[in-house]
């Protein structure tokens, strides 16, 4: 049986999802594989082929003699695929869908946009609608959205995935981006007051022994305050 739906990589959170194997989302479609907050798990699946889940995450999974096709259902997910020419190895991810036959690549669904990173081989990206598909070598990346399909660009495809090694590595990236990450591997709710606080720029490598560390940091070297609630935390 196929299956196909998307939650948002935020609602997944909120959720606290329960990570013990199979599970009937809430409203949601039925996944195979799921993770609870700050909680990484690897996957064998039938061909072969692994899959590194990521904390808050979900993956629903759809083998067929002809296809292998899985869907991440929210979060984020590592993939290396084992080589099969016939059977072509495809991930959905909100509104578009990754295909390789055998390479290693990381599919991130974040609040404004998928992003696709490849490691090893080389992947095709595309979206539903009439844009055609591009593809990604190794270290490349690109970001997609409803009916928008960005250009491949150089990436450091090792610090991109560096939440694979306990590591949050971010050069420049958004606070928004950096909150949305964060929230993955945390309980407290954390929410930034305004649009033009989360476009302020963070850089910073970071243990995921203790995310909310990265808090005390932006803090430190950002023009943000952070108000600690019981059970969220507001960055002004």
């Not at 509104?95 to 080389?122: N, S």
């Not at 070297?221 to 960055?235: A, K, M, Q």
Request: proline content about 5%.
């Amino acid at each position: 049986m196929t299956r196909r739906a998307v939650l948002g990589t935020g609602a997944l959170a909120a959720l606290g999802l329960a990570g013990a194997g199979t599970g009937l989302w809430p409203g949601g479609p039925r996944a195979d594989y799921a993770t609870s907050v700050n909680e990484t798990r690897e996957i064998m699946l039938a061909d072969g082929s692994r899959v590194l889940l990521n904390a808050s995450s979900a993956l629903a999974v759809d083998f067929s003699p002809a296809t292998r096709r899985l869907t991440l259902i929210g979060g984020q997910a590592l993939f290396t695929v084992t080589p099969d020419a016939t059977r072509p190895f495809i991930v959905g991810a909100a509104d578009g869908w990754t295909r390789a036959v055998g390479t290693q690549f990381d599919v991130d669904i974040r609040r404004e946009a998928t992003v696709v990173t490849v490691l090893e081989g080389q992947v095709s990206v595309g979206v539903q609608g009439p844009l055609p598909a591009v593809t990604l070598l190794a270290n490349e990346t690109v970001r997609y959205g409803a009916g928008t399909l960005g250009h491949p660009t150089a990436i450091d495809a090792a610090h991109a995935t560096s939440w694979r090694r306990g590591k949050l590595i971010f050069d420049r990236r958004p606070l928004a981006d950096v909150v949305g990450e964060l929230q993955r591997h945390t309980r407290t709710r954390l929410v930034i007051a305004s649009g033009s606080v989360g476009a302020l720029e963070v850089t910073g490598v970071f243990d995921l022994n203790d995310p909310l560390s990265v808090l005390d940091t932006i803090e430190q070297t950002l023009p943000v305050r952070v108000v600690r609630l019981p059970f969220v935390s507001l960055i002004l």
